[in-house]
C-alpha cells in the first residue's frame, strides 16, 4: 500500500526566505505527483503537477523536482510572501497504463510566513 | 466559471438520517472522485468513477453509496448517517486522456453528525 510523509507537519519562516518542503512515498510505481494548496476552510487547489517521466515543473516562484527513484518530491518556494501561508499538500497517483483514478494524499505541511 | 460545484457547503444531520452530497463538473472530465478529510488523517478516498454508469471502493467506503448516471454528476449517499462520518468531504474531477492531467477539487462539504 502506498504511503506518502510529509516533513515536516508545521514550519514558520519569516518573509522573503527561500524555503523547501518535503514529500517521501513508499512504492515508486507512480503515474504522477502533484502539489496542492489549501486554505484554511477552504479546498484543494492545485499548484504543480509532475508525470512521472519528468524530473521538475515550475510555476511563478514555485519549483517542485521528483526523484521516483528515491521515492522523493520537493516543493522549493523562493522569497515567500504572507500570502504563502497555508498547508501544502503532496499527492501520488499509481501507475496505470489507461491513467489513475486514484489520488494518495500526504498530511501536508502548515507553513505561516512571518511579515 | 468552468471547475467542480459542491452542495452544501454545510450541513449538520441527526444520527440516523440519510442526505445526498452533490457534485457536478462541467470539463466533461471522465475520472471524479469522493474523499473525506479527517484531522490527523489526511484526505482518503471514499469511492471514485471512471466514467458514466461505472463506480468502484476507495480506501473507506463503507456507510457510502455512490452513483453516475451522466458524466456531470456524481453525487454521494449517507445511508445513515454517523458521528464517525462528521468530517468534510471533497469532491474531484480529471481527465486521463489530457497528456498532464491533473485533479480538480471542489471546495468541500463540511458535514456534522450529532
Known amino acids: 500500500k502506498q504511503e506518502v510523509t510529509q516533513i515536516p507537519a508545521a514550519l514558520s519562516v519569516p518573509e522573503g526566505e527561500n524555503l523547501v518542503l518535503n514529500c517521501s512515498f513508499t512504492d515508486s510505481a507512480i503515474y504522477n505527483l502533484q502539489w496542492f494548496r489549501q486554505d484554511p476552510g477552504k479546498g484543494l487547489t492545485s499548484l504543480l503537477l509532475i508525470q512521472s517521466s519528468q524530473r521538475e515543473q515550475t510555476s511563478g516562484r514555485l519549483n517542485a523536482s521528483l526523484d521516483k527513484s528515491s521515492g522523493r518530491s520537493t516543493l522549493y518556494i523562493a522569497a515567500s510572501q504572507p500570502g504563502d501561508s497555508a498547508t501544502y499538500l503532496c499527492?501520488?497517483?499509481?501507475?496505470?497504463?489507461?491513467?489513475?483514478?486514484?489520488?494518495?494524499f500526504g498530511k501536508g505541511t502548515k507553513l505561516s510566513v512571518i511579515p | 466559471n468552468a471547475g467542480v460545484t459542491q452542495t452544501p457547503k454545510f450541513q449538520v444531520l441527526k444520527t440516523g438520517q440519510s442526505m445526498t452530497l452533490q457534485c457536478a463538473q462541467d470539463m466533461n472530465h471522465e475520472y471524479m472522485s469522493w474523499y473525506r478529510q479527517d484531522p490527523g488523517m489526511g484526505l482518503r478516498l471514499i469511492h471514485y468513477s471512471v466514467g458514466a454508469g461505472i463506480t468502484d471502493q476507495g480506501e473507506v467506503p463503507n456507510g457510502y453509496n455512490v452513483s453516475r448516471s451522466t458524466t456531470e454528476d456524481f453525487p454521494l449517499r449517507l445511508l445513515s448517517a454517523a458521528p464517525s462520518q462528521t468530517s468534510v468531504y471533497f469532491c474531484?474531477?480529471?481527465?486521463?486522456?489530457?497528456?498532464?492531467?491533473?485533479?480538480?477539487f471542489g471546495s468541500g462539504t463540511r458535514l456534522t453528525v450529532v
Open positions: 499527492a501520488v497517483s499509481p501507475y496505470s497504463g489507461a491513467g489513475s483514478y486514484q489520488l494518495t
Open positions: 474531484a474531477s480529471s481527465n486521463p486522456a489530457l497528456t498532464s492531467y491533473g485533479y480538480t
